[in-house]
């Protein structure tokens, strides 16, 4: 199984900030990463993926992937207490695909 | 757009008897489903990998004869609960991949089983 590692948090930001989460990884096989959000009490969403190295922006959502050092991050600029929730990180496809999520990170956005 | 489906949302049910619950690919044909069980504040468990017209590869530590899985077409897997006790209450979550996770994966909404 791929090994992720994410600072489970909570990480608390204010309003207005900019929110940085961080995922790193243990398997070199993997081509791409996802984002997944998750509400308390509700299931996972996919939110952004990333497919090569460097920055993927979309929106107020920036994912970026730096293969050689096996880290990929979210950076959620401006963030709202809406973005308050669970964010996961997971690789995606390389052999046989088995999605399996560590705990993420917990985002509180505080007005 | 492609979305997952799972039915129903929430299920009670008496210590003993048995719970079906259905999980739908809705506008896409998905190669592969998976379950997840996830506890309060707990991290998603993967239970088991389903692939159409194939039996389902459990986790470690997932009774198969308790939880049983039939992925009966390319848009439809169900997960049954049998002989549900207490300790089985939890936030049941199918997902569902099109193209072998090269694009993520998408999730039903979960289902919460509560067993009285």
């Known amino acids: 199984q791929k090994e992720v590692e994410q600072n489970s948090g909570p990480l608390s930001v204010p309003e207005g900030a900019i929110a940085s989460l961080n995922c790193t990884y243990s398997d070199r096989v993997s081509q791409s990463f996802f984002w997944y959000r998750q509400y308390s009490g509700k299931s996972p969403e996919l939110i952004m993926s990333i497919y090569s190295n460097g920055d993927k922006e979309d929106g107020r959502f920036t994912a970026q992937l730096n293969k050689a050092s096996q880290y990929v991050s979210l950076l959620i600029r401006d963030s709202q207490p809406s973005d308050s929730a669970t964010y996961l990180c997971a690789p995606g496809a390389g052999g046989s695909y088995i999605p399996t999520f560590g705990r993420g990170t917990s985002l509180i956005v505080h007005p | 757009g492609a979305v997952v489906s799972q039915h129903p949302s929430w299920v009670i049910c008496k210590s003993g008897t048995s719970v079906k619950i259905e999980c739908r690919s809705l506008d896409f044909q998905a190669t592969t489903m998976f379950w997840y069980r996830q506890f309060p504040k707990q991290s998603l468990m993967l239970m088991a990998t389903s692939n159409e017209g194939s039996k389902a590869t459990y986790e470690q530590g997932v009774e198969k004869d308790k939880f049983l899985i039939n992925h009966a077409s390319l848009t439809l897997s169900t997960l049954t609960v049998t002989s549900a006790h207490p300790e089985d209450s939890s936030f049941y979550i199918c997902?569902?991949?099109?193209?072998?996770?090269?694009?993520?994966?998408?999730f039903g909404p979960g289902t919460r089983l509560t067993v009285t």
């Open positions: 997902s569902a991949s099109r193209d072998r996770g090269t694009s993520g994966i998408l």
